[in-house]
């Protein structure tokens, strides 16, 4: 039961926003009692919490299945975006905009998560694409790792449309790999924006 209330949860506060989803709500949805969550979570703040860690490991399970699938470093920045695009389209706003605003404490615990798995998944990125001969070899690859987390969690966390964030997401994933790719590079990644636009 937990795990479905958990589940239904999240997907109420992805669709409908953290702070206006209530345990009413979920209770009513769930054709369940209030008093059936609260046995469970003993307040909204903790079941967002479990929720935020649930998006968190299935969002970084199928990163681990989108790099196995061994894309050059280019592509692969590309699918992880798409995956992202695909898993929040329905989503009007930014679940990370409003844990920010609403829920500062869940989200500080959330970045500092984040900031390591981000840090380590860049660096191995920009060092696949180094050997590749699609990014330049004179990198410091612990910056432009730290630039571009830096430059996308700064768009997710001001800007309150998702659609918007995916947008500027996308600017921000060109003007990354513009920055660091060979000449072989920008090949590959006019050949990933033509796919991207069509």
């Not at 926003?17 to 979920?26: C, L, N, P």
Request: overall charge negative.
């Amino acid at each position: 039961m937990k795990e479905k209330i958990i589940k239904k949860a999240t997907e109420m506060f992805l669709k409908l926003g953290f702070k206006s989803v209530t345990m009413d709500d979920i209770a009513c949805e769930m054709c369940i009692s209030k008093k059936t969550i609260y046995k469970y979570f003993h307040n909204k703040e903790v079941l967002i919490e479990e929720g935020t860690d649930i998006i968190h490991q299935k969002i970084h399970t199928i990163i681990d299945e989108i790099v196995a699938k061994n894309y050059n470093a280019i592509e692969e920045n590309f699918e992880i975006r798409k995956m992202f695009k695909e898993m929040f389209q329905s989503i009007d706003n930014s679940p990370v905009y409003q844990l920010k605003k609403h829920y500062p404490e869940i989200h500080s615990k959330m970045i500092a998560n984040e900031l390591e798995d981000c840090n380590n998944m860049f660096q191995q990125n920009i060092i696949k694409g180094m050997e590749d001969g699609l990014y330049r070899q004179d990198l410091d690859v612990e910056v432009y790792a730290k630039f571009y987390y830096l430059l996308i969690f700064s768009i997710k966390e001001s800007t309150a449309s998702e659609k918007e964030s995916v947008k500027l997401e996308n600017y921000a994933l060109e003007y990354h790999t513009r920055a660091m790719a060979t000449p072989k590079g920008i090949t590959e990644l006019e050949k990933q924006l033509s796919n991207l636009n069509t």
